[in-house]
Protein backbone atom coordinates (compact mmCIF):
# COMPACT_ATOMS: atom_id res chain seq x y z
CA UNK A 1 0.00 0.00 0.00
CA UNK A 2 2.66 2.65 1.20
CA UNK A 3 4.45 1.53 -2.61
CA UNK A 4 1.79 2.93 -4.52
CA UNK A 5 1.08 5.60 -2.00
CA UNK A 6 4.70 6.47 -3.16
CA UNK A 7 4.99 5.42 -6.62
CA UNK A 8 1.24 8.03 -7.39
CA UNK A 9 3.22 11.10 -5.15
CA UNK A 10 6.62 10.47 -7.60
CA UNK A 11 4.25 10.40 -10.78
CA UNK A 12 2.50 13.82 -9.73
CA UNK A 13 5.68 15.50 -8.64
CA UNK A 14 7.53 14.52 -12.21
CA UNK A 15 4.62 15.85 -13.98
CA UNK A 16 4.87 18.71 -12.16
CA UNK A 17 8.55 19.53 -12.09
CA UNK A 18 8.70 19.34 -16.40
CA UNK A 19 5.31 20.93 -16.84
CA UNK A 20 7.60 24.42 -16.48
CA UNK A 21 10.21 23.19 -18.42
CA UNK A 22 8.28 22.12 -21.53
CA UNK A 23 6.69 25.42 -21.40
CA UNK A 24 9.70 27.33 -20.98
CA UNK A 25 10.94 25.36 -23.85
CA UNK A 26 8.10 25.52 -26.19
CA UNK A 27 8.28 28.69 -28.29
CA UNK A 28 5.19 30.93 -27.18
CA UNK A 29 2.33 30.28 -29.86
CA UNK A 30 1.15 33.29 -31.37
CA UNK A 31 -1.93 33.76 -33.91
CA UNK A 32 -0.48 34.19 -38.02
CA UNK A 33 -1.72 37.19 -39.61
CA UNK A 34 -4.06 37.20 -42.71
CA UNK A 35 -1.21 37.47 -44.89
CA UNK A 36 0.72 34.81 -43.89
CA UNK A 37 -1.92 32.92 -43.53
CA UNK A 38 -3.06 33.22 -47.17
CA UNK A 39 0.14 32.76 -48.98
CA UNK A 40 0.22 29.06 -47.02
CA UNK A 41 -3.14 29.00 -48.73
CA UNK A 42 -2.13 29.93 -51.69
CA UNK A 43 1.14 27.71 -51.75
CA UNK A 44 -0.55 24.38 -50.46
CA UNK A 45 -4.01 23.11 -52.23
CA UNK A 46 -5.79 20.96 -48.90
CA UNK A 47 -7.49 19.39 -52.26
CA UNK A 48 -4.22 17.72 -53.27
CA UNK A 49 -4.39 15.34 -49.61
CA UNK A 50 -0.40 15.94 -50.10
CA UNK A 51 1.18 13.65 -47.44
CA UNK A 52 3.27 15.19 -44.87
CA UNK A 53 6.99 15.14 -47.04
CA UNK A 54 4.95 17.12 -49.40
CA UNK A 55 3.78 19.61 -46.91
CA UNK A 56 7.01 20.06 -45.50
CA UNK A 57 9.03 20.40 -49.01
CA UNK A 58 6.65 21.61 -51.32
CA UNK A 59 6.64 18.96 -53.98
CA UNK A 60 3.42 18.37 -55.62
CA UNK A 61 1.37 15.27 -55.75
CA UNK A 62 2.13 12.98 -58.89
CA UNK A 63 -0.27 11.06 -60.07
CA UNK A 64 -0.93 7.12 -58.49
CA UNK A 65 -2.86 4.27 -59.31
CA UNK A 66 -6.28 4.46 -57.04
CA UNK A 67 -6.97 0.60 -57.52
CA UNK A 68 -4.01 -1.29 -59.80
CA UNK A 69 -1.71 -0.19 -62.61
CA UNK A 70 -1.11 -2.15 -66.03
CA UNK A 71 3.05 -1.57 -66.60
CA UNK A 72 3.77 -3.40 -70.29
CA UNK A 73 7.48 -3.00 -71.15
CA UNK A 74 10.56 -4.69 -72.30
CA UNK A 75 13.54 -5.49 -70.43
CA UNK A 76 17.25 -6.49 -71.48
CA UNK A 77 19.25 -9.47 -69.85
CA UNK A 78 22.45 -8.63 -68.57
CA UNK A 79 22.64 -12.32 -67.00
CA UNK A 80 20.12 -15.29 -67.57
CA UNK A 81 20.92 -18.67 -66.55
CA UNK A 82 18.80 -21.78 -66.12
CA UNK A 83 20.68 -24.84 -63.98
CA UNK A 84 19.07 -28.30 -63.43
CA UNK A 85 20.53 -30.58 -61.37
CA UNK A 86 19.43 -34.02 -59.56
CA UNK A 87 19.73 -37.78 -60.25
CA UNK A 88 23.09 -37.48 -59.96
CA UNK A 89 23.32 -35.04 -63.80
CA UNK A 90 23.16 -31.35 -64.09
CA UNK A 91 23.05 -29.18 -66.75
CA UNK A 92 23.56 -25.40 -66.64
CA UNK A 93 22.54 -22.88 -69.63
CA UNK A 94 22.19 -19.52 -70.62
CA UNK A 95 21.73 -17.24 -73.89
CA UNK A 96 24.25 -17.22 -76.63
CA UNK A 97 23.91 -13.31 -76.22
CA UNK A 98 22.07 -10.88 -73.95
CA UNK A 99 18.86 -9.81 -76.03
CA UNK A 100 15.57 -8.28 -75.22
CA UNK A 101 12.43 -9.48 -74.14
CA UNK A 102 8.76 -8.08 -73.54
CA UNK A 103 6.54 -8.70 -70.65
CA UNK A 104 3.71 -7.64 -68.53
CA UNK A 105 2.99 -6.58 -65.22
CA UNK A 106 0.00 -5.58 -62.81
CA UNK A 107 1.02 -3.83 -59.75
CA UNK A 108 -1.97 -3.12 -57.10
CA UNK A 109 -2.18 0.39 -55.65
CA UNK A 110 0.05 0.70 -52.33
CA UNK A 111 -0.95 -0.21 -49.07
CA UNK A 112 1.54 2.53 -47.09
CA UNK A 113 2.71 0.86 -43.28
CA UNK A 114 3.99 4.60 -42.74
CA UNK A 115 5.59 7.53 -45.47
CA UNK A 116 8.33 5.57 -46.39
CA UNK A 117 7.36 1.82 -46.20
CA UNK A 118 4.70 0.18 -47.94
CA UNK A 119 3.31 -3.66 -49.15
CA UNK A 120 2.48 -3.90 -53.17
CA UNK A 121 1.19 -7.06 -55.07
CA UNK A 122 2.85 -7.72 -58.30
CA UNK A 123 2.08 -9.98 -61.07
CA UNK A 124 4.79 -10.58 -63.57
CA UNK A 125 4.45 -12.52 -67.36
CA UNK A 126 7.12 -13.04 -69.17
CA UNK A 127 9.22 -15.50 -71.45
CA UNK A 128 13.19 -16.58 -71.33
CA UNK A 129 14.81 -18.75 -74.17
CA UNK A 130 18.25 -20.31 -73.16
CA UNK A 131 19.99 -21.28 -76.28
CA UNK A 132 23.47 -22.03 -74.66
CA UNK A 133 24.54 -25.19 -72.96
CA UNK A 134 28.31 -25.45 -72.77
CA UNK A 135 30.74 -28.34 -71.23
CA UNK A 136 34.10 -28.44 -70.57
CA UNK A 137 36.29 -31.61 -71.44
CA UNK A 138 40.17 -31.35 -71.03
CA UNK A 139 42.22 -30.27 -74.25
CA UNK A 140 44.60 -33.01 -75.15
CA UNK A 141 48.12 -32.81 -74.44
CA UNK A 142 50.22 -33.89 -76.88
CA UNK A 143 53.13 -34.37 -74.65
CA UNK A 144 51.29 -37.51 -72.61
CA UNK A 145 48.63 -39.57 -74.09
CA UNK A 146 48.44 -41.18 -70.27
CA UNK A 147 48.39 -37.59 -68.53
CA UNK A 148 45.83 -36.89 -70.78
CA UNK A 149 43.61 -39.64 -70.40
CA UNK A 150 44.31 -39.44 -66.63
CA UNK A 151 43.36 -35.45 -66.12
CA UNK A 152 40.16 -36.28 -68.42
CA UNK A 153 39.35 -38.94 -65.52
CA UNK A 154 39.50 -36.74 -62.90
CA UNK A 155 38.34 -33.48 -64.55
CA UNK A 156 35.10 -33.86 -62.89
CA UNK A 157 35.92 -34.01 -59.32
CA UNK A 158 39.37 -31.91 -59.06
CA UNK A 159 38.26 -29.97 -61.32
CA UNK A 160 40.48 -28.43 -64.51
CA UNK A 161 42.10 -24.93 -65.44
CA UNK A 162 40.14 -23.07 -68.04
CA UNK A 163 43.44 -23.27 -70.03
CA UNK A 164 43.90 -26.59 -70.30
CA UNK A 165 40.04 -27.30 -71.15
CA UNK A 166 38.02 -27.40 -74.59
CA UNK A 167 34.49 -25.53 -74.23
CA UNK A 168 32.13 -26.42 -76.78
CA UNK A 169 28.31 -25.27 -77.24
CA UNK A 170 25.85 -28.15 -77.45
CA UNK A 171 22.95 -26.97 -79.61
CA UNK A 172 20.66 -27.26 -76.84
CA UNK A 173 17.46 -24.97 -76.23
CA UNK A 174 15.02 -24.37 -73.60
CA UNK A 175 11.70 -21.91 -73.79
CA UNK A 176 10.69 -20.71 -70.30
CA UNK A 177 7.43 -19.47 -69.59
CA UNK A 178 6.08 -17.73 -66.28
CA UNK A 179 3.92 -15.69 -63.91
CA UNK A 180 4.97 -14.81 -60.53
CA UNK A 181 2.74 -13.48 -58.25
CA UNK A 182 4.87 -11.78 -55.39
CA UNK A 183 3.91 -9.60 -52.59
CA UNK A 184 6.58 -7.09 -52.63
CA UNK A 185 7.67 -4.67 -48.92
CA UNK A 186 9.09 -1.52 -50.92
CA UNK A 187 11.05 1.37 -49.32
CA UNK A 188 10.68 4.93 -50.68
CA UNK A 189 8.19 7.49 -51.26
CA UNK A 190 7.40 7.74 -54.66
CA UNK A 191 5.60 10.96 -54.30
CA UNK A 192 9.08 13.00 -53.27
CA UNK A 193 11.78 11.73 -55.54
CA UNK A 194 10.53 8.65 -57.82
CA UNK A 195 13.07 6.30 -56.76
CA UNK A 196 12.05 2.73 -54.87
CA UNK A 197 13.42 -0.34 -53.40
CA UNK A 198 11.60 -3.46 -52.69
CA UNK A 199 11.73 -7.17 -51.87
CA UNK A 200 9.37 -10.18 -52.28
CA UNK A 201 8.76 -13.67 -52.15
CA UNK A 202 5.72 -15.30 -53.88
CA UNK A 203 4.78 -17.96 -55.82
CA UNK A 204 4.96 -18.87 -59.70
CA UNK A 205 3.84 -20.83 -62.44
CA UNK A 206 6.50 -22.33 -65.02
CA UNK A 207 6.02 -23.84 -68.29
CA UNK A 208 9.05 -25.31 -69.75
CA UNK A 209 9.75 -26.92 -73.12
CA UNK A 210 13.37 -27.97 -74.92
CA UNK A 211 16.05 -30.16 -74.35
CA UNK A 212 19.09 -30.55 -72.45
CA UNK A 213 22.31 -32.87 -72.39
CA UNK A 214 23.06 -34.35 -69.53
CA UNK A 215 26.42 -35.98 -70.68
CA UNK A 216 24.71 -39.02 -69.21
CA UNK A 217 26.57 -42.46 -69.94
CA UNK A 218 23.90 -44.22 -69.38
CA UNK A 219 21.64 -42.57 -71.77
CA UNK A 220 24.27 -43.63 -74.84
CA UNK A 221 24.28 -47.28 -73.95
CA UNK A 222 20.24 -47.23 -73.83
CA UNK A 223 20.35 -45.55 -77.38
CA UNK A 224 23.18 -48.18 -78.59
CA UNK A 225 21.44 -51.02 -77.63
CA UNK A 226 17.99 -50.10 -79.23
CA UNK A 227 20.07 -49.39 -82.23
CA UNK A 228 21.21 -52.80 -82.40
CA UNK A 229 17.27 -54.13 -82.38
CA UNK A 230 14.97 -53.39 -85.05
CA UNK A 231 13.21 -49.99 -85.56
CA UNK A 232 10.01 -50.59 -82.94
CA UNK A 233 12.79 -51.80 -80.34
CA UNK A 234 14.89 -48.81 -80.96
CA UNK A 235 12.35 -46.08 -80.51
CA UNK A 236 10.76 -47.99 -77.85
CA UNK A 237 13.99 -47.43 -76.60
CA UNK A 238 13.98 -43.88 -76.93
CA UNK A 239 10.13 -43.42 -75.56
CA UNK A 240 11.39 -45.31 -72.22
CA UNK A 241 14.47 -43.08 -71.70
CA UNK A 242 12.83 -40.25 -72.28
CA UNK A 243 9.90 -41.06 -69.70
CA UNK A 244 12.49 -42.27 -67.14
CA UNK A 245 14.38 -38.77 -67.22
CA UNK A 246 11.07 -37.48 -65.34
CA UNK A 247 11.36 -33.97 -66.79
CA UNK A 248 8.04 -35.20 -69.22
CA UNK A 249 5.09 -34.65 -67.52
CA UNK A 250 2.17 -36.99 -68.84
CA UNK A 251 -0.21 -34.66 -67.29
CA UNK A 252 0.21 -31.09 -67.88
CA UNK A 253 3.38 -30.92 -70.57
CA UNK A 254 2.71 -30.55 -73.99
CA UNK A 255 -0.58 -32.80 -74.72
CA UNK A 256 0.79 -33.53 -78.87
CA UNK A 257 4.17 -33.93 -77.72
CA UNK A 258 3.33 -36.14 -75.29
CA UNK A 259 1.18 -38.71 -77.43
CA UNK A 260 3.72 -38.93 -80.10
CA UNK A 261 6.37 -39.43 -77.73
CA UNK A 262 4.10 -42.23 -76.03
CA UNK A 263 3.35 -44.17 -79.48
CA UNK A 264 6.42 -43.54 -80.97
CA UNK A 265 7.15 -46.32 -82.79
CA UNK A 266 3.49 -46.51 -84.54
CA UNK A 267 2.85 -45.23 -87.62
CA UNK A 268 3.72 -42.62 -89.02
CA UNK A 269 4.75 -40.70 -85.35
CA UNK A 270 8.07 -40.89 -85.73
CA UNK A 271 8.21 -38.40 -89.24
CA UNK A 272 4.97 -36.23 -87.37
CA UNK A 273 7.15 -35.49 -84.46
CA UNK A 274 10.10 -34.48 -86.82
CA UNK A 275 7.52 -32.28 -88.24
CA UNK A 276 6.53 -30.89 -85.05
CA UNK A 277 9.77 -30.42 -83.44
CA UNK A 278 10.85 -28.59 -86.89
CA UNK A 279 7.83 -25.89 -86.29
CA UNK A 280 9.34 -25.39 -82.51
CA UNK A 281 12.51 -24.53 -83.51
CA UNK A 282 14.18 -27.60 -82.10
CA UNK A 283 18.18 -27.76 -83.11
CA UNK A 284 19.87 -30.69 -84.35
CA UNK A 285 21.99 -32.78 -81.83
CA UNK A 286 25.78 -32.30 -82.12
CA UNK A 287 26.64 -34.89 -80.19
CA UNK A 288 28.83 -37.03 -82.29
CA UNK A 289 27.86 -40.83 -80.83
CA UNK A 290 24.37 -39.84 -82.02
CA UNK A 291 25.54 -38.45 -85.08
CA UNK A 292 27.50 -41.55 -85.42
CA UNK A 293 24.89 -43.98 -84.70
CA UNK A 294 21.59 -42.30 -86.61
CA UNK A 295 23.98 -41.60 -89.94
CA UNK A 296 23.96 -45.63 -89.95
CA UNK A 297 20.31 -45.48 -89.63
CA UNK A 298 19.91 -43.49 -92.67
CA UNK A 299 18.60 -45.41 -94.98
CA UNK A 300 15.44 -46.68 -93.07
CA UNK A 301 14.83 -43.50 -91.95
CA UNK A 302 13.55 -40.21 -93.83
CA UNK A 303 14.70 -36.85 -92.73
CA UNK A 304 12.06 -36.13 -90.49
CA UNK A 305 12.64 -39.16 -88.45
CA UNK A 306 16.34 -38.41 -88.61
CA UNK A 307 15.69 -34.58 -86.90
CA UNK A 308 13.24 -36.63 -84.70
CA UNK A 309 15.87 -39.14 -83.37
CA UNK A 310 18.49 -35.88 -83.51
CA UNK A 311 16.36 -34.07 -81.32
CA UNK A 312 15.03 -36.80 -78.40
CA UNK A 313 19.20 -38.26 -78.46
CA UNK A 314 19.43 -35.31 -75.34
CA UNK A 315 16.42 -34.80 -72.65
CA UNK A 316 13.60 -33.68 -73.15
CA UNK A 317 11.69 -31.21 -71.47
CA UNK A 318 8.05 -31.01 -71.12
CA UNK A 319 6.76 -29.94 -67.73
CA UNK A 320 4.19 -27.48 -66.24
CA UNK A 321 4.95 -26.54 -62.44
CA UNK A 322 2.23 -24.19 -60.26
CA UNK A 323 2.71 -22.53 -57.65
CA UNK A 324 6.57 -22.88 -57.05
CA UNK A 325 8.66 -20.88 -54.86
CA UNK A 326 9.85 -17.15 -56.41
CA UNK A 327 11.90 -13.98 -55.55
CA UNK A 328 12.21 -10.97 -56.93
CA UNK A 329 14.59 -7.70 -55.59
CA UNK A 330 14.70 -4.07 -57.43
CA UNK A 331 15.25 -0.71 -57.38
CA UNK A 332 13.07 1.54 -59.56
CA UNK A 333 13.66 4.90 -60.72
CA UNK A 334 11.17 7.69 -61.48
CA UNK A 335 9.68 8.42 -65.03
CA UNK A 336 11.03 10.00 -67.47
CA UNK A 337 8.41 11.41 -69.23
CA UNK A 338 5.64 8.51 -69.96
CA UNK A 339 8.75 5.83 -69.12
CA UNK A 340 10.60 4.00 -65.78
CA UNK A 341 13.02 1.82 -65.42
CA UNK A 342 14.16 -1.12 -63.12
CA UNK A 343 16.56 -3.41 -62.24
CA UNK A 344 15.89 -6.29 -60.95
CA UNK A 345 17.45 -9.87 -59.96
CA UNK A 346 14.58 -12.65 -60.06
CA UNK A 347 13.88 -16.12 -60.69
CA UNK A 348 12.27 -19.41 -59.49
CA UNK A 349 13.73 -22.39 -57.23
CA UNK A 350 12.06 -25.36 -56.95
CA UNK A 351 12.28 -29.62 -57.22
CA UNK A 352 10.75 -31.31 -59.43
CA UNK A 353 10.95 -35.23 -59.97
CA UNK A 354 14.21 -35.56 -58.53
CA UNK A 355 15.69 -32.14 -59.82
CA UNK A 356 16.54 -28.90 -58.25
CA UNK A 357 15.68 -26.41 -61.26
CA UNK A 358 16.62 -22.62 -60.64
CA UNK A 359 16.13 -19.89 -62.73
CA UNK A 360 18.21 -16.65 -62.52
CA UNK A 361 18.09 -13.27 -64.52
CA UNK A 362 19.68 -9.89 -63.99
CA UNK A 363 17.55 -7.42 -66.03
CA UNK A 364 17.15 -3.65 -66.87
CA UNK A 365 13.72 -3.31 -67.79
CA UNK A 366 11.66 -0.33 -69.41
CA UNK A 367 8.00 -0.18 -68.58
CA UNK A 368 4.91 2.58 -69.17
CA UNK A 369 2.82 2.80 -66.34
CA UNK A 370 -0.79 3.37 -67.12
CA UNK A 371 -2.83 3.93 -64.03
CA UNK A 372 -6.65 2.69 -63.00
Not at 249 to 263: A, I, V
Amino acid sequence: MKRNIRAKLFFLFLIFFLTPIYNFASPPKTDLDDDVLKEIRDHYDSGQKANKFDRDLGIPKVPKARFFSIQPGGSYDFISDLDISGRGRSAAMTTTSQRSNFFFDIRSKDFKINEAFGVQLLFHSARKEFDKQSYSVPAPDTSSSSDSSSSSSSSSSSGQNDKNSVTADLGTNVKVDYNYIIPTFYWGNPDVDGFRMGVGFGLADIRMRGNVDFRDPGEMIGKLYGAMGDRNTFLNTLSFIQLSSGLVDLRSGDPLFNYLLLNLSQGNNLELMGAYLASQGTNFSTDILSLLVYTSLKDDYNPLELLALSALSRTSINAKDKQVFAYMIYVETPKFGFVKARLSWHGPLFKDSGYTIHMSTLELALMIPINF
